[in-house]
């Protein structure tokens, strides 16, 4: 044997091992979901980044409180020289610089009122962030649970078919005795048929689930996942609050209120004078005076460059008087935009109280929902044990038996869906308060 089939078993034997190469699948708690979720969100990463610009707004109108200063430079070369009586001013490589300070004295509360502004546009931002986490971890904890479901049902489809793959073991059993016939036969391969089609439903919604996970939590579309939260406890919900005091909805529309104030402010501000001290110093240079002049009888010529420094301080007072009504107009939209608000304001508020005790009757609800449903399961597991002895000693048909079958599918179907409706009802009465976080 040459090295060359010696690499070729080898790789066979690699290849046959059984999951060698499998990928592993990601193991997934509820608590993992949401913190994969809140990372990989772009809409969350967006509101990070508008809140990190807030921040900047406001240290940037802090500014305004302070000095400028600013510094120019200008070069000239002029062509031709300028005739001065006589005389003639040479400007070729002119230069000018200089420094310049401004500051602010009374703006009529502008500057005051723009950090007023910069700092509500923060809490703007981090209510923004607060509000974009919330749903972000609805979608997550939604799409987890729906996905637990969907394998729940998978599994109990499978166990469905197995049973009717044993009755159908059985009835064959049975009919080549002459216990049965042909059609009884036939109506279980029917039934057979159709919990197939089911189970095939359900498995194309279970990958289509998976994959929406995958999405929510930023892992390959390929990626297989293992839910690990599957042991569900539901408590009687008792002291349930119906405060919206802490949605950050509503601090929006309390921050768009105290904005609208502020822009009256800034409009009305608009109406009074402005004073600001100005200094400055410039330097200049490379200025040449060329002429003739009288020297006791004779003309001779001179010439003299100029280069000095001046300096120069302004205390400047600026006065509206007469904008055709435009200030006056301006605080007058400043208002409306402020009523606005404060009818958003109440119009919201009685929404999300609706809203809120929406979310507390569903909890309670989707709680009595579960016990129904464990009673329902309960009872059709019974019926079904005795349908299955009673078949077995020919004292139930198989109508009977098939009855008590799909009875306790459907029994079991209903429990999932309640147990997991519930679990998305406790999520969304969080968010509903304002208090769902992570």
Known sequence: MNKKDIVILCCVALFSVP?????????????????????????????DNALRQAELDRQIAKTAFLPKFDASAVGAYMLPDMDMMGMELRMRGTYMAGVNLTQPIYTGGKITTG????????????????M????????????????????????????????????????????AAGMATENDLLRIDAKRTEIHYQLQKVQNGADLCRMSLCRIVGAD????????????????????SAETAARPELHLLEKQIAAGKEQ??????????????????????????????DAGGTMIPFSQE??????????????????????????????????????????????????VQQAVRNVQDGYGLIRTAEKGLRQADENLRVMRNRH???????????????????????????????????TEYLRATGRLDF
């Open 19 to 47: 999951g060698v190469w499998a990928q592993q699948p990601l193991r997934l708690s509820l608590d993992e979901c949401r913190k994969m979720a809140l990372v990989h969100n772009e809409a969350l990463q967006q509101a």
């Open 115 to 130: 950090n007023r502004l910069a700092r509500i546009g923060e809490e703007v931002a981090t209510e923004q962030v607060r």
């Open 132 to 175: 974009t986490r919330m749903d972000v971890l609805v979608e997550a904890d939604n799409a987890y649970w729906t996905y637990i479901a969907v394998g729940r049902k998978v599994r109990m489809l499978e166990s469905y078919h197995a049973q009717m793959d044993t009755l159908h073991r059985q009835t064959e059993a049975a009919l």
């Open 221 to 240: 579309f390929d990626t297989q996942i293992e839910a690990t939260d599957t042991i569900f406890v539901a408590s009687q919900p008792v002291g349930l």
């Open 264 to 293: 009256i402010r800034m409009a009305r501000a608009d109406m009074l004078p402005t004073v600001a001290l100005t200094a400055n110093y410039m330097y200049y240079g490379n200025i040449k005076l060329n002429g003739m002049t």
């Open 306 to 355: 100029f280069r000095d420094g001046i300096g120069m301080a302004m205390l400047s007072v600026q006065i509206p008087i007469f904008h055709w009504g435009e200030n006056r107009k301006k605080v007058r939209k400043a208002r409306y935009e402020l009523r606005n608000a404060e009818l958003d304001l109440q119009k919201n508020t009685r929404l999300l109280n609706i809203e």
């Open 392 to 426: 077995a000693e020919s004292m139930a048909s198989l109508t009977d038996l098939l009855d008590a079958q799909s009875q306790w599918q459907q029994a079991e179907s209903n429990l999932i869906e309640a147990q997991t409706q519930y679990k998305i009802y406790e």
